[in-house]
Nanobody, 122 residues
Framework: QVQLVESGGGLVQPGGSLRLSCAAS????????MGWYRQAPGQQRELVAR???????NYADSVKGRFTISRDNAKNTVYLQMNSLKPEDTAVYYC????????????????WGQGTQVTVSS
């Protein structure tokens, strides 16, 4: 069984920074794409940033130049460094990892974290 545990959310003033982490644990064989999504009240969940196993990254236009996604494969962990935060960045942030596991058979699917609240307000 695989679990994703997120940390690093909180309340920050506009212009401030936060770093989110998401660690996967369990019977993991390999992890391909890792990503961060967010969902604001009354809004659909949207992609924030994504990183492939080859370290190719892509970002939502709204966060380019302010957010940086990275990964530590040895720790099965993905990070999101968020700088110059704005009130419109307020949302619940979810991590997502595409993970292959082997039990009785091979399985490859997306796993989601529990979500962490980020609030940007003065």
């Amino acid at each position: 069984q695989v679990q994703l545990v997120e940390s690093g959310g909180g309340l920050v003033q506009p212009g401030g920074s936060l770093r989110l982490s998401c660690a996967a644990s369990g019977s993991i064989s390999s992890i391909s794409t890792m990503g961060w999504y967010r969902q604001a009240p009354g809004q659909q969940r949207e992609l924030v940033a994504r990183i492939t196993s080859g370290d190719y990254t892509n970002y939502a236009d709204s966060v380019k130049g302010r957010f940086t996604i990275s990964r530590d494969n040895a720790k099965n962990t993905v990070y999101l460094q968020m700088n110059s935060l704005k009130p419109e960045d307020t949302a619940v942030y979810y991590c997502n990892q595409a993970i292959a596991t082997y039990g009785i058979t091979w399985s490859y699917r997306d796993y989601w974290g529990q979500g962490t609240q980020v609030t940007v307000s003065s």
